[in-house]
């Protein structure tokens, strides 16, 4: 029973940071809200025995993304005044999508059979058709007390994801150089030569 | 009643449709930028309680989500890297604005 409120309230914090974060108008507390939220998933995953994964939720995405998306609000502090509107024309139509699409999704997780009534308006006609009724499994043994052992042995085993695991590492390397390089303030242009005029 | 595998699920559904309306409805580039790190969360989730429930005696689910946050971390520094220089050349983060490639 502890296990399920625990559930509740990690989800309420996640699923309220996340509301906060495309809500709020000031950008500074919709950072803030995100950093909630990406605290409810680290404790979604803790829940789900996957400790070492709530850990680089907490050190990568809480510590490192979230301070970087703040220090991005800070520096372009002067265009993003909370008084200007934020959203855009088709924020009615978004959410109505969103919306929709939520409604398909918990269609077709709901566990139990669900009958959709038939639909019959002249040419279109759509027949019931029954959704659901998922066996959704229930969790079943315990995780092995040296999973984060075979995790580790697995990213870098040749048998395994080492490959991947490399390929990760040079994509950081490369979005590293690539983001100082485009983030560096642009240089000036170089003073023009004695003569350069003239030939002009 | 035991947390089955479908309350992971829906949470992560909720989670995706909330980040897909930020995408979609924001103006703000930062913000949008924010809206897609949750949608990725929602795939986090996602991954991680099928490897809970399904296989816990494999790594696959948990390896997959290792590279889902490298490449959110990548994602994350060369978006907001782009916003500092559209920032800095042309004084806006507003999407909408930002249409000097479209014509």
Known sequence: M?????????TAITLLGALGVVIQRNLF?????????????????????????????????????????????????RVTDPDTPQNN?????AA??????????ALVLWPDSITTPEVNLGRLHVNEITLGDVPWPER????????LTILGKALVDAEGYVIPFEVASVLLLVAMV??????????????????????A | MNISLWWY????????????????????????LMSIELMLNAVNINLVAFWRYLEPGKVAGQVFAIFVFAVAAAETAVGLALIISVYRNRQLVDVEQMDSLKF
């Open chain 1, 2 to 10: 502890v296990e399920q409120i625990v559930f509740f309230i990690f």
């Open chain 1, 29 to 77: 507390r919709a950072a803030l809200s995100l950093m909630a939220s990406l605290f409810g998933v680290a404790g979604l995953f803790g829940l789900m025995e996957a400790g070492f994964l709530a850990m680089m939720q907490v050190f990568v995405y809480a510590g490192g993304i979230a301070v970087l998306i703040i220090f991005t609000v800070m520096l372009t502090r």
């Open chain 1, 89 to 93: 024309t088709q924020a009615a139509g």
């Open chain 1, 96 to 105: 109505l999508l969103a919306l929709l699409l939520l409604g398909v999704l």
């Open chain 1, 140 to 147: 079943e043994a315990d995780v092995d007390p040296d999973n």
């Open chain 1, 178 to 199: 690539g983001g100082v390089y485009i983030a560096y303030p642009p240089r000036k242009a170089p003073a023009q030569e004695p003569g350069a005029e003239e030939i």
């Open chain 2, 9 to 32: 699920l829906f949470v992560a559904a909720a989670l995706f449709c909330i980040g897909l309306y930020g995408a979609l409805a924001r103006r703000n580039a930062i913000a949008i």
